[in-house]
């Protein structure tokens, strides 16, 4: 069965990076994308950007372009999402979800980010 | 972009309800819709795809739509069961093939 299984809950201090893994299993890696969204603590949705895992083309949302990269290691089936230069409003669950274009059906559990000094 | 969702709506088990989602630039058929479902403390599904169309293991009784007289598109859930009180948003895209999410809807089944 398909399964998104992402890394654990981060506390990180303003300034620093965290990067965060959203593991697949029970598809071929390749033949999806890779979405990436956050939700800040009781606010909606947010769209940070989205990474083919078959070629590695991303598209990442504006106001997180010179911060974010989001990588593929398709020998262990696995996307990272790496944020840099924290600030406390990155505070946030980040979740992975497996897709193309406009269907996303499989997400993952969600990691929980606190930044704070 | 933005999309424009009321804040809450709510509704009796086995009624019909329906979300709004009103894009205010451009025109509501020029980028697909999706629809999103948040149960507390779980990660967001996707219940609607491309306007109208169900991923699999969704039932029947969701289903959208888009108008383009008043340029929004709409989420439908009949028969409502209490399983389905969560939060709901909508998501299309800019010019620029960015997503953009509605703010969410909470939907209330009491």
């Known amino acids: 069965q398909v399964q998104l299984v992402q890394s654990g809950t981060e506390v990180k201090k303003p300034g620093a990076s965290v990067k965060v893994s959203c593991k697949a299993s029970?598809?071929?890696?390749?033949?999806?994308?890779v979405l990436w969204v956050r939700q800040a603590p009781g606010q909606g949705l947010e769209w940070m950007g989205w990474i083919s895992a078959y070629n590695g083309d991303t598209n990442y949302a504006q106001n997180l372009q010179g911060r974010v990269t989001m990588t593929t290691d398709t020998s262990t089936s696995t996307a990272y999402m790496d944020l840099r230069n924290l600030r406390s409003d990155d505070t946030a669950i980040y979740y992975c979800?497996?897709?193309?274009?406009?269907?996303?059906?499989?997400w993952g559990q969600g990691t929980r980010v606190t930044v704070s000094s | 972009l933005m999309l424009t969702q009321p804040l809450s709506v709510s509704e009796s088990p086995g009624k019909t309800v329906t979300i709004s989602c009103t894009r205010s630039?451009?025109?509501?058929?020029?980028?697909?819709v999706q629809w999103y479902q948040q149960r507390p403390g779980s990660s967001p599904t996707t219940v609607i795809y491309?306007?109208?169309?169900?991923p699999s293991g969704v039932p029947d009784r969701f289903s959208g739509s888009i108008d383009t007289s008043s340029n929004s598109a709409s989420l439908t859930i009949s028969g409502l069961k209490t399983e389905d009180e969560a939060d709901y948003y909508c998501?299309?895209?800019?010019?620029?093939?960015?997503?953009?999410f509605g703010r969410g809807t909470k939907l209330t089944v009491l």
């Open positions: 491309e306007d109208n169309r169900r």
């Open positions: 998501q299309s895209y800019d010019d620029n093939n960015h997503w953009v």
């Open positions: 029970g598809y071929t890696f390749t033949s999806y994308g």
């Open positions: 979800a497996r897709g193309h274009s406009t269907l996303f059906d499989y």
């Open positions: 630039t451009g025109t509501i058929d020029s980028n697909f």
